[in-house]
């Protein structure tokens, strides 16, 4: 079956580790740069991520993530580059259209920004399986109602895509065009989908009666089977992180006087 | 009828039940009562109560669904409408009729999709391992443990579904229809299964359309129309009932061809309702000529 989940196991280093590593990590490479006011820990945090990236060999897989929103950057850096309001130092000119310094460093600003996020978002999604994330959460004193919900989706959802091209087929095999220009494709809409929620509300009810039996609503406490994910690294990448934060703060406030 | 004593397993007393929203009673008057270890066939045609009484048995009537209830269920003394459902899935378990609704859908293998009740209701680590492999064993699906619930076939995704109910070792199991989206080979695998569970000792409840299955295996059978309960007795009696046609039932074939030749088990006064017992009876006949 194929996964929508863009986790793969790679034995890697970063596999090892527990998930609040990496969702520790996303935290300071956002919070840090705000608290120091300096571009260049953005920078230097994209500069961390790819390395980690680099090592846990799925640098790769950031590929479409970041030429889909890298086009986005693009089209930032080009409006802004040449209306932003406050453009007065010409830096060069495509033909009639000249960019400005001003408008390019606020751009250059957003795209750092912009890759930072994505960058340390990848670091967990691409290395901490979903169900390692969700476990850990509600061994922490999450709700595994929501757990259940947050996991299911991972395997669920390929299922109703299955679910509507088993439905597709049956059909097109009753005559219906669902291929062909748009307004074909509209009206093929319809026949398509209700049959999918009806099937899906059915199917809904009868496993909230299989979960149901399976004790999902007991009130007592839920053990695992399998071992929590976390190493002995863990309590030292995690103090260390939480060092640099407070050495971050502690910097900014010593700044200030 | 049936036997009611005080020590019976499961006491079911004038249960009355009725879904939200219809105006006529699913179950109506219902009583009888199950001794540990039977194995009890159920059987009438569409709509006359099985699946509803299947989850009356369950608790989901009325702990799931809701509606008017009236009468009792007794399972070890405890009464069934008073447990809440966490706890009564510990006594009874209950397996649908289809098997890809009953993968919980979060879970990656068979192995932690067995585990999923049991993480539920707390069991430790090493008595829960202990349990999936007697599971797993049971079921001769050992060799599908790592791979994706989803990607079993139909009859080995019913076989899960069962394991994951016997790893929480219920007393009673309750099969509603476990076998009708099954071909032949992936039927005989679940029928297989839950004959082994009976010997174990477990009490079986099984709602199923094919009669020669029946026959073979109950220790009783309960045959509802409308929601009430017509007969409780014996395969052989009640596949020798002359009224089995209003109520939507077909004789198993064998009973069928000894109704024709008017051939009874002179030890029971009924016609045979399996493969081995009517070649008892025509062999012995053949002799006698």
Known sequence: MKSISLYEEKGSLLNKLAPESKILYII????????????????????????????????????????????????????????????????????????????????????????NILLSFCVLILTAKPSDIVENFVRKGFSPRFGYVFISVFQIVPQMTETMSTITDAQRSRGMETEGNLLVRIKAFGPLISPVVMSSLINTRERALALEVRGFNARNKKTFLNDEKKCGADKYIQLGMLAMLIAGIVWRVAGWR | MAMSTEHSKIIVENLKYKYLATDFLALDGISFSVEQGEFIGIIGKNESGKSTLCQAIAGLVPNFHKGAYGGRILIDGLEVKNVELSELCKKVGIVFQNPFNQVTGSKLTVYEEIAFGLENTGIEKQEMIRRIDDAMELLDIAKYKDRNPFDLSGGQMQRMAIASIIAMQPEVIVLDEPTSQLDPQGREEVYQAVQKLSKKGITIFMVEHNMEKIASYSDRVLLLDGGRLIDFDTPQRIFSREDLDTYGVEVPAFTRICKELNLKNPGTGCYPVTLEEAYDLLSKEKREM
């Open chain 1, 28 to 115: 300071i490479a956002l919070l840090l740069p705000v608290i120091m006011g300096s571009r260049w820990v953005s920078i230097g945090f994209i500069a961390v991520s790819f390395f980690l990236l680099l090592i846990s060999k799925v640098l790769r897989k950031t590929v479409p993530i970041l030429s889909i929103s890298g086009f986005v950057l693009l089209t930032v850096v080009i409006i802004q580059g040449i209306f932003r309001a406050g453009n007065v130092t010409p830096v060069f000119a495509v033909g009639p259209v000249s960019f400005y310094k001003e408008g390019l460093m606020f751009a250059f600003e957003i795209v750092v920004n912009v890759l």
